[in-house]
């Protein structure tokens, strides 16, 4: 058996394509994602009605395949007379699929908050606001950081499967370049180089992102060097 790229190189311009709405649907999934997954998480420590619907919409998801979920808002919608792009469908279902797995990665962080601190930040004087944001959320996100972040990369990976709704990514271009060269072992061996290169964009990315988030973090890294 002979390789040969040249065939599969050529065809850049669709690699190119494909890795970008990759990325793009990552940023809007994770996003949109992360906004729903923590107001689930605070409703879940709330409890009540609210509560309840999260952990319903948490289990419904976590225990259902990412494929199913995007065939059922894919035809769901279209049947229910609202007929959105690929990328459209592709970014709602990637958004409501982490959204779960956020909420409850937010939970664990929310939970190990100890009662004292927030009994603390009362007795300071903090309004609700100020207890939630500096005592809650930013304290619980920087314990389960590492977490999200590769949460959010699997999300980055899993998007593959929106190719069988005809979202344009990556794999989809992969799929049109081995049909039109007949070399698949090539082109798959190129996908895979693809996608570990974009996994590490986004972790560096993800690491940038704390080195800003968390200045904390970042002098207990610098006190101990």
Known sequence: ???????????WPLFLHGALLTLE?????????????????????????????????????????????????YFGLASLGFHLSAFVVASLSLTVNVGAYT??????????????????????GLSHVQIYRHVLLLPAMERVYPSLASQFVLLMLAS?????????ELTAAANYVQSATFRPFETFILLA?????????????FAALAFVLFPRRRRLRMATA
């Open 25 to 73: 649907l990552s940023v809007v999934a994770t996003v949109a994602g992360f906004v729903i997954g923590t107001a689930c998480a605070l409703a879940l420590r709330a409890g009540g009605v609210l509560g309840g619907i999260c952990q319903v919409y948490v289990e419904a998801i976590r225990n259902t395949p990412l494929l199913v979920q995007i065939f059922l808002m």
């Open 1 to 11: 058996m002979s390789f040969d790229f040249s065939s599969v190189f050529d065809q």
């Open 160 to 168: 593959s499967v929106t190719s069988q709704i005809s979202a344009e």
């Open 103 to 124: 909420a409850e990665i937010m939970r664990a962080g929310l939970e190990a908050t100890p009662a004292g601190q927030i009994e603390a930040g009362e007795c300071l």
């Open 193 to 205: 180089a693809l996608y570990v290169a974009l996994s590490l964009v986004m972790r560096l990315g």
